[in-house]
């Protein structure tokens, strides 16, 4: 990956300290925390917005995406089914925890909520209820109801998926558990694709998804600091992630 020095050793320094103010900001702010035994009501608000979550301790949420429901209906699919075949209804849009070690300017994603501590969930929970979450999530678009828009054919197929894209929101290396929730995703027939933006390398070299993608967003250490805030400078962790991607399957974004 190529990149440049800070044009001067104040402009890194101006960087690093936007990013430090931004997560004393963040800690600070523990109003709207992601805490299953809080009061506040955040966990609630996440699922009016379409989030299932897997365990009342964790942050390990589901959401189907927009392609998902269209393909239910018999519309079109995303580039998933163009390049590599797989139907999107049948498609499981999930994260094993909402937490993020970075405040990206442009993220459209949940950072209202912050989560603070949680208790991992455990991957074979998380495997046990995929499939019952998924069709809670789409029952609106069970054929037996009147309303339903959904064919009776992509119905009965989305509810046996077999394709899970972690990918929905925060951060998935900071999941300690995400190699093993992996392999056994993989050992139960699923094809699974992991999205993340290559901050821990040393998780994701022990991860063997059918498809590893890594998120760029910046194109030197000063402007990452500026655009991703993280909560550390991460630079040299992507560009150790970057080096990981010549001996698997994988994109970079």
């Known amino acids: 990956m ?15 300290e936007s990013a430090k103010d931004v997560n004393s900001a963040n800690t600070a702010n ?13 966990y609630r608000a996440l699922e009016k917005q379409g989030y299932l979550f897997f365990s ?5 949420a589901l959401k189907p995406c ?5 393909s239910l209906q018999g519309g079109d699919m995303c580039y998933k089914h163009q390049f590599y075949g797989i139907t999107s209804h049948r498609c499981v849009q999930f994260t094993p925890t909402l937490k993020c070690n970075q405040r ?6 949940c950072m209202e909520y912050a989560v603070c501590e949680e208790e991992e969930c455990p991957p074979e929970t998380i495997l046990a209820k995929i499939k019952k979450l998924q069709k809670k999530s789409l029952a609106g678009y069970n054929p037996i109801l009147p309303t339903s828009t959904a064919t009776k054919e992509r119905w009965d ?10 990918s929905l929101s925060g951060e998935p290396t900071l999941y300690e558990n995400l190699p093993r929730l992996i392999d056994m995703l993989n050992d139960a027939g699923y094809t699974t694709f992991l999205v993340s933006n290559g901050t821990r390398p040393d998780v ?16 030197d ?13 991460f630079w040299d962790n992507i560009a150790e992630s970057l080096s990981l991607l010549k001996d698997r399957r994988s994109a970079i974004r």
Do not use: H
Request: charged share 25%; proline share 7%; glycine share 2%.
């Open 221 to 233: 250490p000063a402007t990452y600091m500026k655009i991703c805030r993280p909560e550390s400078d």
């Open 30 to 42: 523990t109003a709207n925390a992601v805490s299953p035994e809080s009061g506040n009501g955040s």
């Open 56 to 60: 009342d301790k964790s942050s390990a």
């Open 2 to 16: 190529q990149s440049r020095a800070c044009d001067t050793e104040s402009e890194f320094e101006e960087s690093t």
């Open 104 to 109: 990206c300017l442009f993220c459209w994603r």
């Open 66 to 70: 927009m392609w998902n429901k269209r």
């Open 157 to 166: 197929e989305a509810l046996t998926p077999n394709m899970a894209a972690i």
């Open 204 to 219: 994701l070299r022990k991860c063997r998804p059918y498809q590893t993608y890594i998120s760029v967003d910046a194109p």
